[in-house]
């Protein structure tokens, strides 16, 4: 990993109290609510246009297939072709190696139960076409009344850093204080089936 890529875990403090976003303070409160439950009428399908969720096991040093990405997903927001022919290619084929190796180590923390929040800052490890970019992740392992198992995924942009320029000073787009027109409707309790 080059020295401007990393990731780093953060406490789940940030999220319990509100400083990682309504939508992870939301997502975190109903999977300790419902005990990593979810059923069919889920407060949580709001957050669906936003959310990766991904089987809930994988090969060592690697990242769990994608099985659903929400349309405005940070995922879809890079990789819109990556959902298109699934038999052919799987998503996470289009993403690097050697991004899916840096960050495979939260997965089996999320398999065996457990919540994981990290930091990442991304370098080049996506590709030419992808900008280098710092993302906050929460990773949640979710269960059916019919123990189908899924982690929810869901991944926050922060800031968009760029290339140098001819001066040598660096670019950067923040995003930390995103706006989002998105808000819990209910409590974040529900009721699992």
């Given at each position: ?97 050697e991004y899916r190796e840096s ?7 999320a398999f065996s139960g457990e ?25 949640l392992k979710f269960r059916t ?49």
């Amino acid at each position: 990993m080059g020295k401007s890529a990393f990731a780093e875990p953060l406490s789940l403090a940030n999220v319990e109290n509100g400083l990682a976003g309504d939508m992870e303070q939301f997502l975190f409160r109903t999977w300790r609510e419902n005990k990593g439950i979810i059923d069919r009428n889920s407060p949580l399908s709001r957050l669906s246009p936003y959310l990766l969720m991904t089987e809930a096991h994988a090969d060592p040093g690697d990242v769990p297939q994608v099985t659903f990405a929400g349309h405005k997903s940070t995922f879809r927001r890079f990789f819109p072709d990556a959902l298109e022919n699934r038999s052919v290619n799987p998503p996470t084929s289009f993403l690097p190696e050697e991004y899916r190796e840096s960050v495979a180590d939260a997965y089996p923390v999320a398999f065996s139960g457990e919540p994981w929040f990290d930091f990442q800052r991304t370098g080049r490890r996506l590709g030419d076409n992808v900008p280098d970019m710092t993302l906050q992740r929460l990773l949640l392992k979710f269960r059916t009344a019919g123990g189908h198992e899924r982690v929810f995924c869901l991944i926050k942009l922060l800031e968009t850093h760029r290339q140098f320029d001819q001066s040598g000073r660096t670019h950067h787009r923040r995003n930390f204080r995103q706006i989002s027109s998105w808000r819990p409707r209910s409590s974040a309790k529900g009721h699992p089936s």
